[in-house]
DNA sequence: CTATTGATTGTTATG
DNA sequence: CATAACAATCAATAG
């Protein structure tokens, strides 16, 4: 197994703090209470306030566009990076595509890894909690260097060369 | 045909 | 501290 050094997440500072997942080991039930005393503190209260709001009402989400179309070359804004549950959906979607090959996907899916990603297990989870935070790290990277670019010179940013790319 | 929506949770960024 | 919006996906739908 050897996972690979945890590296220095800790390192992080700030966003570690917030984050504290990194579960650098699951051995003792300790660290799951933790985690779990975390998650619940992390916002209990908004968390079913919003939650409920959010999915049943306030149509701000769809107010605004969320998603783009697709950039070709993002060297402007470091896009976020995807979620340990985005890296189980890659997973679970094979899966679940091979089991349901009448479901076509998304929605059904989502909701399908909604239910099992609760129900997933500490140790489970920490896999792809892992890689996330890996991803995270990049980004700290791709983010400075952004900024750095950015205060460096923003009169690049000012316009993209989209019209004469394709059309 | 093109673009948007839809649904999931997590992370990031900002107020 | 809490909230807003966005991250991927891909079928289906709207215009």
Redesign the pocket.
């Known amino acids: 197994m050897a996972k690979k050094a945890k590296k220095s997440q800790v390192s992080r500072s700030s ?1 570690a703090s ?2 504290a ?1 990194a579960p650098k080991r699951p051995s003792n039930d300790e660290m799951v209470l933790r985690v779990k005393s975390s998650e619940g503190m992390r ?1 209990s ?2 968390v079913s ?3 409920e709001g ?2 049943t009402m306030l149509v ?10 697709k950039n070709k070359f993002d060297e402007k804004k ?9 890296y189980f ?2 997973d679970f ?1 094979k899966e679940f595509q091979d089991q349901n090959p009448n479901v ?4 059904d899916i ?2 399908a ?3 099992k ?2 129900i997933m297990t500490y140790e489970d ?1 920490v896999q792809y ?1 892992d890689i ?2 890996e991803k ?1 790290a990049e ?2 990277k791709a ?1 400075a260097d952004y900024i750095k670019r950015k205060e460096s010179g923003e009169d690049l940013e000012t316009e993209d060369s989209d019209s004469e790319f394709d059309v």
């Open positions: 966003r917030t984050s997942k916002r209260a908004r306030k919003v939650s959010r999915r701000k989400k769809s107010n605004a566009k969320q998603k783009k179309k470091p896009k976020k990076p995807p979620t340990a549950f985005f959906l890659e979607r076509k996907s998304m929605r989502g909701k890894c909604g239910e990603w609760k989870k909690y996330a935070t995270r980004f700290d983010m």
